[in-house]
T-cell receptor
Framework: EPEVTQTPSHQVTQMGQEVILRCVPI?????FYWYRQILGQKVEFLVSFYNNEISEKSEIFDDQFSVERPDGSNFTLKIRSTKLEDSAMYFCASSVAGDRAGGYGYTFGSGTRLTVV | SQQGEEDPQALSIQEGENATMNCSYK?????LQWYRQNSGRGLVHLILIRSNEREKHSGRLRVTLDTSKKSSSLLITASRAADTASYFC????????????FGKGTRLHILP
């Protein structure tokens, strides 16, 4: 069964450093998402991406964050100048048709656990 | 206010029993989805029910949707130890693009 692949599975970084979280969505999917989950808390929406541009972002997704689809397969989340409160599990997801087509489930990756020290 | 709140927050049942989890939401939706998360792992899509559907089955899972009450339930029949996980409902809000909103989840523990 097709999978969404995320790397690395765990990243430790110094406060103030930049990190790039990588995702390979399912090949025929067109909509891509990043969510995060702070330990013990709910899964929070960060950003959605379609047709090489951001289609929606949350208030969490400020200038510290950016996303990119540098080639036909990868989808990255960059966090500049990381803060302690950025420590969380970050999930990438993809969907074949997004929400406009009447709804399809999202396929999530296994996540990257980011620890900022 | 939360869009998508599950109850109970935690549920412990004996293996073999049925588990029922509920989700309430506040604004109109296109569809509602249920996901499972094993401890420290990723989210697994279980089932999606559209706003014009009332009930859906997938194996031992049964999902209902009552749009008049803005609520959904997930029933797992004949529970197994492997069903121990957190279960989240996620709503695709009508007239809002490109995201689903998760509730806080129900932690289900199946006792041997």
């Amino acid at each position: 069964e097709p999978e969404v692949t995320q790397t690395p599975s765990h990243q430790v970084t110094q406060m103030g450093q930049e990190v790039i979280l990588r995702c390979v969505p399912i090949s025929n999917h067109l909509y891509f998402y990043w969510y995060r989950q702070i330990l013990g808390q709910k899964v929070e929406f960060l950003v959605s991406f379609y047709n090489n541009e951001i289609s929606e972002k949350s208030e969490i997704f400020d200038d510290q964050f950016s996303v990119e689809r540098p080639d036909g397969s990868n989808f990255t989340l960059k966090i500049r100048s990381t803060k302690l409160e950025d420590s969380a599990m970050y999930f990438c997801a993809s969907s074949v048709a997004g929400d406009r087509a009447g709804g399809y489930g999202y396929t999530f990756g296994s996540g990257t656990r980011l620890t900022v020290v | 206010s939360q869009q998508g709140e599950e109850d109970p927050q935690a549920l412990s049942i004996q293996e073999g029993e049925n588990a029922t989890m509920n989700c309430s939401y506040k604004t109109s939706i296109n569809n509602l989805q249920w996901y499972r998360q094993n401890s420290g792992r990723g989210l697994v899509h279980l089932i999606l029910i559209r706003s014009n559907e009332r009930e859906k089955h997938s194996g031992r899972l049964r999902v209902t949707l009552d749009t008049s009450k803005k609520s959904s339930s997930l029933l797992i029949t004949a529970s197994r130890a492997a069903d121990t996980a957190s279960y989240f409902c996620a709503t695709d809000i009508m007239n809002r693009d490109d995201k689903i909103i998760f509730g806080k989840g129900t932690r289900l523990h199946i006792l041997p």
